[in-house]
Each structure stands twice: as structure tokens, then as C-alpha cells.
């Protein structure tokens, strides 16, 4: 599929998405490229049809796209509930487990999360997936120690890649800590990686979302389609 296509696959997920959002809902904006669609059309239902909401973001690209349209935005502390999360994803299976944190902004995407009632991911076909691993799974770690950390991963063989920028820099999360990815290919029993990750001493978070999720839309060359969590 070439980016021009994806592209519009992309879009017409976030389009679709964005009828979601009603007057006087807080919602959570997600973080990526699927959801810069999304918030462009928020952007224009803002404009053209009076849309009033509430919005949480979860990078801080999110928060100056919005902003531009002149949404509301506030951070998750001022609000006491958030009506419904709409955010990409990098992987999601038929379990709807997912992978996220492609972005670097796995950790307020979590935090946005799991303060909602409802969540929804907008995604290309190609996120759709048998078995997630074959995206490298973020870690998010605190800069001190991180080689200690590195090294544990290693040990566990799970192939870990500190992530650096175009500056040879290691990338700095909105919350200025470090990403490492593991390279696992497939991820055949998630619960117990998760467990693993997140009782690592330095480790703040880790991109797995584990059946999280209630709604996928699809960008699908024959229209957006819905996957719906029965176990939600």
C-alpha cells in the first residue's frame, strides 16, 4: 500500500471517528498520525456546525493542533471523567490487544486511557494484525540506569533499541524520559510480558494495551469499518 493511500485510509478512519465526539463531551485526543486527521475534522466541525466540547490531550503536538482550531483544551486533572478517547494504534489484534507508543507518547496515551469510559482506536488496514510483536513494543524508562535496563532486556532476549533522533539523541517523551524498543517479532503470551515490563525496576510504562479497547475503526478501502470488543 503506498502512503498515498494510506493516507486516505487514515482519513476516512479519523472522519468517521469524529462523529463520536458530541456537544458537551470531554474526550481524549490521541496522539499520530491517524489522529491529526481526527482533529482536523473536529477542527472543522468546531467551524462550520458549532461543535462544543472539552478536549485531554495526549502529546503536546496533540494540544497545539487543537488549540489551533480553537478547542477547548484542559489537562486531565481538571476534569473528573473523560466521555470517550479516540487514538491511533501501531498493532491490534483479534483480541484486541494492542501496541502503541509508536509516537512516543505512551504514557499519556495510558494515563488518558484509563481515565475514559470509552475507547476508541482509528487505524489503517496494515495495524490490523494476527499476532502483535512484529511492531518493536516501546518501553518507556527513566534516563538513569537505562543501561541497566538494557542490559536486563537483553539477558530476556528481547533484542532492545534505545530509540535516538535524527541528532544521534536519545528521543525524549513529553515527560523527558527515554524510549527503549523491543524487537520480539511476535508476542505470543502479552499479560506475562506486560507483568514482566512494568515490575522492572526504571521501566515507567510500557506501549502494551491489553484488551483496553472498545471500538476499532478501520480504514478499509471499501469504507471505515467497526470492530467491536464483545468483552467490554
Not at 23 to 35: D, R, Y
Not at 110 to 126: F, L, P, Q, Y
Not at 134 to 153: A, K, S
Request: aromatic content about 6%; overall charge negative; hydrophobic content about 40%.
Amino acid at each position: 500500500m503506498d502512503k498515498t493511500e494510506q493516507d486516505r485510509l487514515k482519513k476516512a478512519a479519523g472522519i468517521e471517528a469524529a462523529k463520536l465526539v458530541e456537544n458537551g463531551m470531554t474526550a481524549g485526543l490521541g496522539t499520530g498520525s491517524t489522529v491529526r486527521f481526527f482533529v482536523d475534522e473536529l477542527g472543522r466541525r468546531v467551524k462550520e456546525e458549532g461543535l462544543e466540547f472539552t478536549g485531554v490531550t495526549t502529546s503536546r503536538r496533540t494540544k497545539e493542533q487543537a488549540e489551533g482550531y480553537g478547542i477547548r483544551i484542559v489537562d486531565i486533572d481538571q476534569v473528573d471523567h473523560i466521555d470517550v478517547t479516540i487514538d491511533g494504534a501501531d498493532e491490534v489484534d483479534k483480541n484486541f490487544n494492542g501496541i502503541k507508543g509508536g509516537g512516543a507518547a505512551l504514557l499519556w496515551e495510558k494515563i488518558v486511557a484509563t481515565n475514559s469510559r470509552k475507547i476508541v482506536w482509528i487505524v489503517d488496514e496494515s495495524k490490523v494484525v494476527d499476532t502483535i510483536g512484529r511492531f518493536p513494543l516501546p518501553v518507556e524508562v527513566i534516563p538513569f540506569g537505562e543501561r541497566h535496563v538494557l542490559d536486563r532486556f537483553k539477558e530476556r532476549g528481547y533484542n532492545p533499541v534505545l530509540r535516538m533522533d535524527g541528532q544521534g539523541q536519545p528521543v525524549l517523551t513529553d515527560e523527558h524520559n527515554h524510549i527503549i524498543d523491543l524487537h520480539l517479532e511476535r508476542i505470543e503470551h502479552p499479560q506475562d510480558l506486560a507483568q514482566d515490563l512494568i515490575t522492572t525496576v526504571g521501566v515507567v510504562e510500557h506501549g502494551l494495551f491489553l484488551n483496553m479497547v472498545d471500538t476499532v475503526i478501520v480504514g478499509d478501502p471499501n469504507g471505515p469499518r467497526v470492530m467491536t470488543n464483545a468483552n467490554k
